[in-house]
């Protein structure tokens, strides 16, 4: 197994869970004998500062000729004026534009040793193993947006704009996923309001009736569906949705697993390369201090290894290790109890690395682009 992969650090906590992650897929592909090739680029609020721009093209470039993607994090309060016309969270949706990344996966799944570490009670959360499956480059962070005159002063517009087509992919990547699974898709909507939701829940029933019959489908409000992930949520197996209902719930359902630092994300197309990233973003306020969760970078490198490089005895044996490790009682701060004692970043990422090993070997090699 050969694979080049593209590392895009960016801002606050990237780097830090960036290095954690390469770290454990180095080890993993030296039990295997595999060799990784690693090409770092700018993005976010980085690339602005060294290049004027939060996507450079050289990034775009080593990107595309990579096999896999993985991104750290963009923003942060240095880039956080709404009215700059150059913003890092445009690194981030342009490079999902530029690869036809349409279908965001973000798994959910609860370690029995965390069940208690949420605000959510144990009992409810207890084997909770749900995925959320979202769509990526539509709906209304892509729509036309602007302002016009008004006579209280002015007003302002997005546009919530779904196609067919677009219905039809997404939906159909959920199906297949639930197919893996327990065969129960929930597709999240707002139809009792929304034209565009009317026609996503009509697009969702056919595409599943005629070509996922062994798929059973049914249709929550998204208002709903944020109540029931913290009642019940259990009663999902895999939930698919439109760009601005996922963005919200996916961070919603961050808490059932005790902390945003644990979940990972996996961005694909219809081909390599897909984009691996952590939900937790740039956090900013404990940027540098070596105390950031990379538990969520390493297991979006898991996912890497599932869906782009078709390698899940990969996959599995970096999952393994993270449940072993925490199994052991090893704690970064955001999931240790009260008054338990924590380990940094660093140190979370060299116990899995080491849970990854086997013999040692050879062959990674690592270039800086930009």
């Known amino acids: 197994m050969e694979a080049t992969i593209a590392l895009l650090p960016g801002d606050g906590v990237g780097p830090e869970v960036i290095a954690e992650a390469k770290k454990v897929l180095v080890a993993a592909a030296d039990v295997s004998g595999g060799r990784l090739r690693f090409h770092e680029a700018l993005i976010g609020g980085d690339a602005i500062d060294r290049t004027g721009t939060a996507l450079p093209d050289e990034t775009l470039e080593v990107c595309r000729n990579a096999d896999a993607v993985m991104l750290g994090a963009v923003g942060g309060p240095k880039w956080d004026d709404p009215s700059a016309s150059v913003r890092p969270e445009q690194g981030l949706l342009g490079l999902r534009k530029a690869l036809a990344l349409f279908a965001n996966l973000r798994p959910v799944r609860v370690h029995p040793a965390l069940a208690s570490s949420g605000p959510v009670r144990a009992e409810v959360v207890s084997g909770l193993d749900l995925l959320v499956v979202r769509e990526l480059t539509g709906g209304i962070y892509f729509g036309e947006r602007g302002r016009r005159g008004d006579p209280t002063g002015e007003a302002a517009f997005d546009t919530l704009v779904y196609s067919t087509g677009e219905i039809e992919r997404i939906i159909r990547r959920g199906a297949e996923a639930a197919r893996g699974r327990q065969s129960r898709l929930t597709s999240v909507d707002k139809a009792n309001v929304l034209e565009s939701s009317r026609l996503w829940r009509a697009t969702a029933d056919r595409v ?35 760009n601005m209902f996922g963005d919200i719930l996916t961070d919603e359902a961050s808490v059932l697993a005790g902390s945003m630092g644990l979940l990972p994300s996996a961005s694909l197309g219809q081909g390599r390369p897909g984009l691996y990233e ?82 040692k070997g050879t062959g990674v090699s690592f270039s800086r682009c930009g």
Request: aromatic letters at 4%.
């Open 208 to 242: 599943v009736r005629e070509e996922f019959p062994d798929v059973r489908i049914e249709h929550v409000l998204v208002d709903a569906a944020a109540m029931y992930l913290i009642q019940q949520p259990k009663r999902f197996d895999v939930m698919v949705t439109g």
């Open 278 to 359: 952590p939900i937790h973003g740039s956090a900013p306020d404990i940027a540098g201090r070596g105390i950031a969760n990379p538990i969520g970078m390493i297991l979006s490198a898991a996912m890497l290894c599932r869906y782009s490089l078709d390698w899940p005895a990969g996959a599995e044996r970096i999952e393994s290790a993270v449940d072993r490790v925490i199994a052991d009682g090893a704690r970064t701060i955001d999931i240790a109890s009260q008054g338990r004692e924590s380990i940094g970043t660093a140190d979370m990422g060299d116990r899995i690395a080491e849970a990854v090993a086997g013999e």
